[in-house]
């Protein structure tokens, strides 16, 4: 085995996860290689200390402060709406009700005829006088007075 090798199975070798014969090739390297034997007494002086190292035990639900944030966030971004908030939306959309019902009887009022209604009259016999020129336009509705 070279070096290079060795130093990629240390820690397999440590933690007893290579086979029979790896382990006897590799324990005969670390005895003749006084380079990948320093750097395996480290590793097992490492993982020494972190196994020797006390652990204080934990009072912490992770999943129920998860749930807490995640309430806390929401109300942060979406805020609960108030009687202000509905207030300015009902105003606002009658605001613009009443702007387009006034533009709608300004534009089309109801009291007055067009210029074809205005042409045609009424003769004295109750008929309607049915001299209408082409150059005035006629909706369906005018023609309907002036067909027997």
Known sequence: MNCLTVRNLISAYIDCELDPDQRRELRNHLFHCQ??????????????????????????????????RIESEK???IPHPN????????????????????ATFMLYPLN???????NL????????DQNITIDQPVNVYQAS???P
Request: glycine share 4%; charged share 15%.
């Open 75 to 77: 109300i942060a971004i």
């Open 112 to 118: 007055q005829k067009s210029t074809a209604q205005n």
């Open 145 to 147: 007075f002036v067909l």
């Open 121 to 128: 009259s009424f003769s004295s016999t109750g008929m309607m």
């Open 83 to 102: 009687g202000f908030y509905w207030g300015s939306r009902i105003l606002m959309i009658a605001a613009c009700l009443t702007a387009f019902f006034l």
């Open 35 to 68: 380079e990948c034997n320093q750097e395996y007494e480290q590793l097992v002086s490492i993982k020494n200390c972190l196994e020797n190292s006390c652990q204080e035990p934990i009072d912490f639900n992770l999943l129920e402060a998860l749930y807490a």
